[in-house]
């Protein structure tokens, strides 16, 4: 095909739009508690996966949302405040809320809006012609304002099937006052997909599709296909969360919706979406670096990224498989960043390697021979525990220590913790942690004592305390986070630690990871790996 057709099939193709909201939907998950750091992070890594909008949250209901919206936390996506219509009986300029939303940095403002009469009635206390004028009059004061308009429509479905000229009367509300999405939201996540496209069908008569968005949530496991079939009626927009988190049973998934959207012609052939083939080619990393974050085991039989997505044991399916992998696969588990785990020859694992080390900006020659050496150790250490999906700079320090690019800045001869607990001078319990470091410098021994308010923060501030030479090249370096996951039960269980450091200076973060039956030692290990790889970079651009 010449570079003309490519050019117009391309122009062509019809723009899907999605819109993630992890840190909002995804955050009412029964056992999942964002800190600050964890919605930066999250939210920078939506914006490199590429999803157009990131809903950071409620600016103005909690202190962490409001500290969240103080400044822009996304490049390139459209960074979204969530919050509630104008309350009845009160004018734009005289709703608190109202105004948080206005004043947030945010690009844009999602309001969620009763589109059912009976959640009117029941939860707003109002009359449905109020409400349908607090939708309009939100919408308006948000573009007034210079941002970017939309309305989740909540339990439209429901609210439409009770009373069908209601809901659409507070879709056509949104449209009209302005909304650049009108977003209708199976609330309960109770309808079927044959139900989602002919209603959608019929929203359209109110509002184009091309202004259109859907939000499922997964309680009969169709939030992905009812999101689906409301593309295939018409919407343009399609709401989730990473790994389908959420309330109850979840969200529909973007990491499942992502790759049918790229890779299925029924939608390819149609659709594009900001996601680039790069990204989707590390979708599995990000899938799991997310669930690292959260402390939490990856599920291993999610689709296309799941560990078991490919796995095949031995018998008739494996055997055909190996005569050709499209006997038993969907689609190329490459394509999605994972691997077939039949078929893990060398050279299969070592283009994973190779493709992972690219993404981390570290150029290598796939015939290497120091390759296989790498992949084999990198295997080693996952068997251990090491999960280096989430840490990426420690998988490029062992990286580049096999491709002899590391240098020594230091070497740690020995270190101690002592934790004591005792009545202070003033008769209070406390519990006070002391460290002891002992580091070699080009061939001189230094030894730093420091306390902390735990034995991991007492051994950073030691690590960190004389560093000679190098001392002024860790200015700014914190310890962002610090997560530990047990990985066999008991006490004496092997733990994973996973280390978010920062420089305050120019706000890059990195991970690090550490295992060990010793949870300090754990730390310890990730600790260093963070040092090192600050010092490591300041290296590279000084030079």
Request: a negative charge.
């Amino acid at each position: 095909m010449s570079d003309t057709a490519n050019a117009a099939e391309t122009t062509a193709k019809e723009r899907l739009y999605l819109f993630d909201t992890t840190l909002r939907d995804g955050a009412q998950t029964n056992g999942i508690d964002f800190t600050l750091e964890d919605k930066i992070a999250i939210a920078d890594m939506l914006d490199k996966i590429g999803i157009d909008y990131v809903e950071g949250g409620y600016p103005g209901a909690n202190p962490l949302d409001t500290a969240f919206f103080e400044k822009k936390r996304t490049k390139k996506s459209t960074f979204t405040a969530f919050g509630m219509t104008k309350r009845a009986g009160r004018s734009v300029e005289n709703d608190p809320g109202l105004q948080d939303l206005l004043g947030a940095a945010s690009d844009a403002i999602c309001f969620v809006a009763k589109s059912w009469d009976f959640h009117v009635k029941v939860a707003l206390g109002t009359t449905n012609e109020e409400n349908l004028v607090g939708i309009r009059q939100s919408v308006e004061a948000a573009v007034a304002a210079g941002k970017e308009a939309l309305v989740d429509c909540e339990h439209f479905f429901d609210g439409y099937k009770a009373n069908r000229d209601y809901a659409l009367a507070c879709t056509k509300a949104a449209y009209e006052g302005g909304a650049r999405w009108v977003v209708l939201c199976d609330t309960n996540g109770g309808t079927l997909p044959d139900e989602i496209e002919a209603i959608v069908k019929d929203v359209m008569s109110v509002v184009p599709g091309d202004h259109l968005g859907i939000h499922t949530h997964n309680d009969t496991e169709h939030a992905v296909a009812n999101s689906l079939a409301a593309v295939k009626a018409g919407v343009r927009q399609i709401q989730g969360t990473l790994n389908g988190i959420g309330e109850r049973c979840g969200n529909a998934n973007l990491i499942t919706l992502i790759p049918t959207l790229m890779l299925k012609p029924e939608y390819a052939d149609r659709f594009e979406i900001g996601v680039s083939k790069e990204s989707l080619s590390h979708l599995t990393q990000f899938s799991r670096a997310f669930d690292e974050l959260l402390n939490r085991a990856p599920d291993r039989h999610a689709a296309y990224v799941g560990s078991a997505a490919f796995a095949t044991k031995a018998g008739i399916h494996a055997s055909a498989i190996l005569k050709d992998p499209k006997t038993y696969e969907h689609v190329d588990p490459v394509s999605v960043g994972n691997r077939r785990q039949v078929l893990v020859s060398d050279q299969a694992g070592k283009s994973n390697l190779v493709s992972q080390l690219e993404m981390l900006g570290i150029e290598v020659d796939p015939s290497d021979r120091r390759l296989d050496n790498l992949l084999r150790e990198v295997k080693e250490r996952e068997a251990l525990g090491y999960a280096y999906e989430a840490a990426d700079a420690s998988f490029s320090l062992l990286a580049l220590r096999h491709l002899g690019h590391v240098p020594e800045f230091f070497e740690v001869k020995s270190f101690r913790v002592m934790v004591e607990r005792r009545y202070n001078a003033v008769g209070e319990l406390v519990t006070i942690s002391e460290a002891v470091v002992k580091l070699c410098i080009d061939g001189e021994e230094r030894m730093s004592v420091a306390e902390g308010n735990g034995p991991v923060n007492a051994l950073d501030i030691a690590l960190r305390k004389d560093l000679g030479k190098y001392q002024s090249e860790i200015e700014g370096l914190v310890l962002a986070d610090f997560k530990v996951r047990i990985l066999n039960g008991g006490t004496e269980a092997i733990t994973r630690v996973l280390i978010e450091s920062m420089d305050e200076t120019t706000g890059e973060r990195w991970f690090t990871v550490g295992v060990s039956p010793n949870i300090v030692d754990a730390s310890f290990q990730a600790l260093i790996d963070s040092i090192t790889y600050r010092l490591m970079k300041g290296s590279a651009s000084a030079r």
